[in-house]
């Protein structure tokens, strides 16, 4: 009778070690979202949509840079305008899931304290590469409206 204890033990334990090892895989596929949207990326340019089909796009003007900075939990973007760079900056937390990005600023400019008071949480459809990403705006109908394009400056 001991052996058979001793085996179903051990398969007990092989079971549980394998479970163990599959939800520390998912929680790693889950957390390296945020890790791909880790670093510093740089406004390179703009979609226009219509019909959820790009029929413009353009390049930023390299005399007004934006960058957005991501870490773990939090998000910070900053606009460089020749007149005042301090103008326009935001702050808050994001969440980066199944192709969606939610940024809910706590506080930023003055001209974004104001944007804020209305509205704080701002939700994208986003598409991401190594070293790229697209962080797309949807209307009310989840129609694409346009989009901010980023290439990675720092990982």
Known sequence: MKPKLVVFSLLIVVFWSCNNTENQSTMKTNSESHSELKGTWELVGFYNFKDNVIVDSFKANPNFRQLKMYTDTKVMWCKHLPADSSEWFGYGTYKFKNDTLSEVLDF??????????????????????????????????GNRIYSENYKRIEK
């Open 108 to 141: 930023g400019s003055a001209v974004m304290d104001e944007v804020i008071a209305e509205k704080k949480k701002f939700r994208f459809e986003i598409t991401l590469t190594e070293n790229r990403f697209e962080q797309i705006e949807l209307d009310e109908e």
